[in-house]
Nanobody, 118 residues
Framework: VQLQASGGGLVQAGGSLRLSCAASGRTLSNYYMGWFRQAPGKERERVASISRSGGYTYYLDPVKGRFTISRDNAKNTVSLQMNSLKPEDTALYFC????????????WGQGTLVTVSS
């Protein structure tokens, strides 16, 4: 599976961005999908994830109520809608897929940079 992330950019605090991750090579419906981020000098953290069917989602506490993860298995895509962005959301964002759990990630996409100015 190749994961291609897009949608990053520069936005003012309070603004919105929508990240998308498109897969090729294999259907995503067999995988849990997630978005991670890594800010300079910090460890990579899982921001949001979604179950195979989309019926279960997880969010990191600081993004709850602001970010929404969704998936379209027919289109082989997963998205992250980010609203009310804050400067502390600035990071390189990655999409990822696992067939088991988040301790064993099968595929990573390339990062897309999100910069939130104050």
């Amino acid at each position: 599976v190749q994961l291609q992330a897009s949608g990053g950019g520069l936005v003012q605090a309070g603004g919105s961005l929508r990240l998308s991750c498109a897969a090729s090579g294999r259907t995503l419906s067999n995988y849990y999908m997630g978005w991670f981020r890594q800010a300079p000098g910090k460890e990579r953290e899982r921001v949001a994830s979604i179950s195979r069917s989309g019926g279960y989602t997880y969010y990191l506490d600081p993004v709850k109520g602001r970010f929404t993860i969704s998936r379209d298995n027919a289109k082989n895509t997963v998205s992250l809608q980010m609203n009310s962005l804050k400067p502390e959301d600035t990071a390189l964002y990655f999409c990822a897929a696992t067939g088991r759990d988040w301790t064993r990630i099968d595929y990573w996409g390339q990062g897309t940079l999100v910069t939130v100015s104050s």
